[in-house]
């Protein structure tokens, strides 16, 4: 084997820590736990109403030799937070991932309520920032990064999608304050925008707002004619987190099979 091959190999993907996925119980957030998992990092998840879902994983990732452990967390809520985040004091934590959002439905931007637009706002962009601001003392003495999961919508609009864009939009404009502010404290921040992914909130609303004739649509509109999968969003979010990205921050990668272009 050439030398330079194995010392690539041979590299620590991550510094010693954990890593904390907000929304970890999900589809996605499933597939990005059990992925650090196996590159030998300790997990701390959250979950926000299934506790049961979340139960199953810490098991299945207990089984297969890695470590997790898990709370309940509503990103709303200021006092829960900072509880979560004053637990964590003395604890090494490399990496934080925001992969948590709302349930929402299709409208065109004229349906809207005023209620609709305020809990999805308050929810997604508000609860985000809360993390952020709790988050940031713990992994500002030892650096670290932060990847979010945001909306394809944000490049090109996707009709009737406003509830997931617009919060998403404010997601990724912390984001990128982040990368600029902190990464004199050697911390990163990236964002993910995601096309349609065969988990999570698609599959609840699937059938519903995601019809066939819906799918079908949004496969051909993609340069590659598939649907994406949680896993290759979670070796996204893995690079980004790992050493391998640490020259990488304040960036956009496009997750969309090419949705965009």
């Known amino acids: 084997m050439d030398d330079s091959i194995k010392a690539i190999q041979d ?5 010693e820590g954990s890593a904390i996925v907000i929304g970890g119980s999900g589809g996605i957030g499933e597939a ?4 650090f998992a196996a590159c030998g990092v300790p997990i701390i998840f959250t979950y926000y109403k299934n506790k049961k879902a979340a139960t199953e994983l810490k098991h299945k990732i207990d089984e297969s030799g ?6 309940q967390l509503e990103l709303t809520n200021k006092k829960q937070v900072e509880d979560f985040c004053q637990n964590l004091a003395g604890t090494k934590i490399h990496s934080i991932i925001n992969a948590t959002g709302s349930d929402i439905r299709m409208k065109w931007i004229s349906e809207l309520s005023y209620e609709e637009w305020n809990d999805v706002m308050h ?30 919508g944000l490049s090109r609009w996707p009709a009737k999608d406003v509830l997931s864009v617009a919060p998403k939009a404010a ?5 990128n304050g982040v990368a600029k502010e902190e990464g004199r404290n050697n911390i990163r921040a ?26 079908e649509a949004a496969k051909n ?3 590659l004619k598939r649907l994406g999968s949680a896993q290759e969003v979670a070796d996204a979010v893995i690079f980004l987190s790992s050493n391998r990205a640490k ?4 960036q956009t990668l496009y997750l969309d099979g090419g949705y965009r272009i």
Do not use: H, M, W
């Open 190 to 215: 990236n964002s993910i925008q995601l096309g349609i992914i065969e988990a999570g909130i698609f599959l609840r609303i699937k059938g519903k707002d995601y019809d066939e004739r819906y799918i």
């Open 32 to 35: 990005i736990c059990e992925t």
């Open 247 to 250: 020259y990488i921050t304040g």
């Open 11 to 15: 590299r620590d993907l991550f510094s």
């Open 123 to 152: 929810t997604d962009a508000d609860g985000f920032f809360n993390l952020l601001k709790n988050t940031l003392p713990l992994i500002r003495s030892n650096g670290g990064s932060y990847t979010t999961l945001s909306s394809i």
């Open 66 to 71: 890695g470590k997790a452990t898990f709370c």
């Open 221 to 223: 509109n993609t340069a």
């Open 171 to 175: 997601v990724d404009a912390l984001i």
